[in-house]
């Protein structure tokens, strides 16, 4: 299956799904690993979360009016927040998953949230 562009109110669909149910979640967010390799003005960034367990008891889907980017938040039962940025296309795993994947102006992966309520691989 070939990633979808994000059409908000599909995603907004989706994320509802898993609204007050135990997920896991993966996350990942990143400059380009190897980015200051090509430009030494590039300050490498980057965060790897993967089965972490939440349960979120609201799911929004905003931006992509002006940019193509999404942002995603999940407000958590326990009051707190996970937030990704730069989201721009979306598929539905065969295993139950849903992953939203933003991708630069290269193709690199720049972001990733994906939601399963089974742990990922390892």
Request: proline share 2%; charged share 20%.
């Amino acid at each position: 299956m070939e990633m979808k562009k994000i059409v908000k109110q599909d995603v907004q669909k989706i994320l509802t799904t898993y609204e007050n149910t135990p997920v896991y979640l993966h996350v990942e967010i990143t400059s380009g690993m190897y980015a200051s390799h090509l430009d030494g003005n590039v300050f490498n960034a980057g965060t790897f979360l993967r089965n972490i367990q939440v349960e979120f008891i609201q799911a929004t889907i905003r931006g992509g009016n002006r940019s193509k980017e999404y942002r995603v938040g999940l407000k958590l039962d326990n009051g707190g927040w996970v937030y990704v940025l730069g989201l721009t296309h979306y598929i539905e795993g065969e295993n139950g998953e849903f992953i939203m994947h933003g991708f630069n102006t290269d193709g690199k992966l720049a972001s990733a949230l994906e939601i399963s309520t089974k742990p990922f691989f390892k």
